[in-house]
């Protein structure tokens, strides 16, 4: 497959006068398995081809394929070749990419256990246990959705700098929601494991241990009180912290750093600013494996590297593709992305980690007099203000854990608000997300300890 890539790359450059052109190929292998209540409602297996070639002539130009002939390859770079030589003749901006090493590698799943290998009835039966336990925990377990998922990327990558780059990597996730009811009162609680794993991620998380759990998080929301409203100190649990950390991955996106009267353009022109206190630390990391993103390079076929984007409590760097690199004058470090090669790549957030402090949590219940303690995520917005509600909270008062509460709502402003962060923990988890805007959707992650905060707005 990759010499076909060159060839169609080597046929485009010596018939049109482009800066630069690349193609990629991406063909992803699936299986889902969705439980719900004891019974197994699908199981889809599939496979995705996508491709797309893109070209530099004056402006960008990039055209999409579906099948895998060099025929079809060809037929998207003669298009991509018009789309740029329409869009040169209608702008005068001008636009250029950063350029990178090339680079010729092959990379392999490794010590991986490929999903593709396991057959797809040792899978189902792992998840109706988990089912079974979820609703052996009580008898006000109503209702049980499980929805499993594993991938395996296949990509390929070639460029007219003449890199040449073939990369699988394979995706595992189990989504549990959970429904109590005990007379009119209904309660629901969401679980999530997720890695860049094969079938090895349903040993290390024991997911039938994770389902007792939510089932017996959704019981005890069965008697929780009304949350209370107003500003108070706060408690974020790992999974909110996740959140807020992957906000900030997003508004660091170099592209949204240049529309500053946008909704995630509230770090615009803010380089070198104090935005948090001193043991605030952030960063976005795509080359950690067991992650739920991972990849050793990104879209545009630079290799990837850890990017420090808050260090010390003030905004260190954006996340930059190409063509963002080439405006800030800056270098590229790998965080080119899209939801697969049928678009454009663009800079975007993958894992971003809000790094531990030194605090157990009881130190930090400690620092409480009267607060509030959230804990898990049904759903949020991520803009500039982030919004959502936890899953349930928990009453603070005078450094002790109290009542629950049901739901409470919450918003940070994130730029104004991490400055109210007084107290970070020793711990660490994740938090798997999907970031949706207009017809794309990427994966991403959040992860981090226990934060506090000496004020939030919550309700």
């Known amino acids: 497959m990759i010499d076909t ?123 109706l246990s988990c089912d079974s336990a979820a609703r052996s925990v009580d008898q006000r377990v109503v209702a049980t959705n499980f929805r499993y998922v594993d991938e395996v990327y296949e990509r390929f990558f070639v460029n007219s700098d003449g890199s040449r780059i073939q990369e699988a990597y394979p995706y595992t996730e189990l989504r549990t929601t959970i429904t109590a009811r005990e ?76 529309i500053p009267e946008g909704e995630l353009g509230g770090f615009a022109g803010k380089l070198g600013e104090q935005l948090g206190p001193e043991s605030l630390v952030v960063y976005d990391d795509p080359t950690s494996p067991g992650l739920p993103v991972f990849y050793k390079y990104d879209e545009e076929g630079v290799l990837a590297k850890p990017t420090t984007l808050i260090e010390n409590g003030v905004l260190k760097s954006y996340l930059h593709n190409k063509t963002t690199a080439f405006l800030f004058n800056t270098n590229v470090e790998g965080h080119a992305r899209c939801q697969n090669a049928l678009f454009s ?21 400690e620092g409480v007099k009267e607060g509030i303690y959230l804990k898990g995520l049904t759903g949020a917005s991520t803009t500039r203000i982030v919004s959502g509600n936890a899953e349930r909270g928990y009453l603070i008062k005078n450094g002790q854990l109290g009542t629950p509460v049901l739901s409470p709502s919450f918003t940070i402003d994130v730029v104004q608000e991490l400055g109210n962060i007084d107290a970070i923990g020793d711990d660490f988890e994740v938090l798997q997300l999907r970031i949706t805007e207009e017809e794309e959707s990427n994966l991403v992650s959040g992860a981090g300890p226990h934060t506090r905060f000496n004020e939030l707005r919550v309700g």
């Open 5 to 127: 890539l060159e060839a169609t790359v080597d046929k485009l450059m010596s018939k049109h006068e482009v800066e630069y052109a690349d193609i990629r190929l991406q063909k992803i292998y699936s299986n889902t398995i969705v439980v719900t209540t004891g019974k197994v409602e699908r199981i889809i297996p599939s496979v995705e081809l996508a491709g797309s070639v893109r070209v530099l002539k004056g402006t960008v130009g990039l055209s999409v394929f579906t099948r895998q002939d060099q025929e079809a390859m060809i037929q998207s770079a003669e298009k991509a070749v018009k789309i740029a030589e329409t869009g040169s003749s209608s702008t005068k901006e001008k636009v250029g990419l950063a350029k990178s090493p090339s680079v010729q590698d092959n990379v392999k799943l490794g010590d991986v256990t490929d999903p593709r290998e396991i057959p797809i009835d040792e899978k189902k039966e792992i998840i």
């Open 183 to 258: 007379g009119e009162r209904i309660s629901r609680c969401i679980g999530r494991i997720a890695a860049s794993a094969g079938q090895e991620l349903m040993a290390m998380s024991d997911p039938l241990s994770s389902s007792e759990q939510v089932a017996r998080d959704a019981v005890e929301l069965l008697s929780a009180q009304e949350p209370p409203s107003g500003k108070l100190p706060v408690i974020l649990d790992n999974k909110l912290t996740g959140l807020l950390a992957s906000s900030i991955g997003l508004m660091s996106c170099a592209q949204f750093a240049l």
């Open 345 to 365: 790549p663009r800079p975007f957030t993958s894992n971003t980690i809000v790094k531990s402090g030194d605090l157990k949590f009881e130190e930090m219940l």
